[in-house]
């Protein structure tokens, strides 16, 4: 199976090419960046610290999406229409990591999910997707009893708040109560709000340092609080669940899958 990485400069992009390298049963299709990266024409391994590999960082999705069984995607919302469309055109499986997207986007993903295997998940690692659904199922046990509150903390840089991972974590939260998170989600608090409403799911985000990845659900009950939680110290274990789901697409048919899937969760 050959892998290619758009955004392969980046810093999920780096762990990516790496997690590429050392996984076995997998070859490097190559990597692209958006034109006047100075990244463009190294070659790919020696970006991240290895031996050459003899495929240098070109500027041309399409070329990569023509090259590769499957692309993986964790650049920018603004680029996913065009990966989508690109996997569809030339017969690609698609993994997406990207956060914080529009319908639009996320309607380009299940469109392309009907030509070839899509993968997409708020987050790769197979720790984040054990937390869902203990998250999923806690709130069915404990019902709106228990207020939730779910705390995310990430590194200065990252662009979108509430985190993906925290939204999908809310997700299963209202899922597990079988209500819709639109309908509970709480997410900013400033001045005099009043008291808190009943069912309500709270998010709290933190920003700063280098942190990679920290969430926390909290259940806060009378006399009692259940924090569940995952912290990320390395953005190796996204890639290394990323490689895992592009492996996973050999052979299935088209469709729009989640880490679930990839897991054997659902």
């Not at 659904?133 to 009893?145: E, F, H, K, P, S």
């Not at 708040?161 to 998170?181: D, E, M, Q, V, W």
Request: aromatic share 4%; with cysteine.
């Amino acid at each position: 199976m050959k892998i290619g990485i758009v955004g392969c400069a980046g810093r999920m992009g780096r762990n990516l090419v790496r997690a590429v390298l050392a996984a076995e049963g997998v070859a490097l299709a190559g990597g692209t960046e958006t034109a006047g990266n100075p990244a463009i024409d190294e070659d790919v391994a020696v970006l991240v610290g290895e031996s050459a590999c003899g495929l240098t960082v070109g500027n041309d999705p399409a070329a990569l999406f023509d090259a590769g069984d499957v692309v993986i995607d964790f650049t920018v919302p603004a680029a996913v229409i065009g990966h989508a469309s690109l996997a569809a055109r030339h017969g690609c499986a698609l993994v997406v990591g990207t956060t914080g997207l529009a319908s639009e986007q996320q309607e380009a993903l299940a469109a392309a999910g009907e030509v070839v295997p899509v993968v997409q998940a708020a987050n790769m690692s197979v720790g984040v997707n054990l937390l869902l659904g203990l998250t999923r199922q806690v709130a069915a046990i404990l019902g709106d009893d228990y207020d939730i509150e779910i705390v995310e903390m990430h590194h200065r840089h990252k662009v979108d708040a509430p985190s993906g991972t925290a939204l999908a974590l809310g997700h299963a939260a209202a899922a597990g109560r079988g209500i819709a998170l639109d309908a509970v989600s709480q997410r900013v608090r400033d001045g005099h709000v009043g008291s808190r409403r009943r069912g309500e799911i709270g998010f709290a985000t933190l920003r700063g340092g280098d942190v990679v990845g920290d969430h926390t659900v909290v259940f806060a009950g009378d006399g009692e609080r259940i924090e569940i939680g995952h912290r990320a110290s390395s953005r190796e274990v996204f890639a290394r669940g990323a490689v895992r789901a592009a492996q996973w697409t050999a052979g299935r048919p088209p469709g729009l899958y989640s880490m679930r899937n990839v897991l054997g969760l659902e």
